[in-house]
């Protein structure tokens, strides 16, 4: 079964970095590639980033420009940079194998999105 762990989250004045990890046990390369969500409270859990073989990142307009996901696959690990952090950028940050996403849907997964645990980043002024 495939297991997800983020870290790297915490508390950040705002204008400044935190970048975050997801280690992964063994997946081979998912339909619908490997991405970051993020859930603020009382709003529903959004994507904000993906990595996807053979396609460009995808970023939510809120982070694009700030925000820089990779993935080093020879260390399971999927990592996001986040720079110019806002006040609004604080929420748990979840790490996912995307099975459903506007443009893709994995039906191996029958469209269900594998999660890790979340990490919680909080942006101050």
């Known amino acids: 079964q495939v297991r997800l762990v983020e870290s790297g989250g915490g508390s950040v004045q705002a204008g400044g970095s935190l970048k975050l990890s997801c280690v992964y046990s063994s997946v081979t390369d998912p339909h619908c590639g490997m991405g970051w969500y993020r859930q603020s409270p009382g709003k529903d859990r959004e994507l904000i980033s993906n990595?996807?073989?053979?396609?460009?990142?995808y970023y939510e307009s809120s982070v694009r420009g700030r925000f820089s996901i990779s993935r080093d696959n020879a260390k399971n690990t999927l990592f996001l940079q986040m720079n110019s952090l806002k006040i609004e950028d604080t929420a748990v940050y979840y790490c996912a194998i995307v099975a459903r996403m506007f443009d893709c849907y994995d039906g191996s997964l029958d469209g269900q999105n594998i999660w890790g645990q979340g990490t919680e980043v909080t942006v101050s002024s």
């Open positions: 990595i996807r073989t053979g396609r460009p990142p």
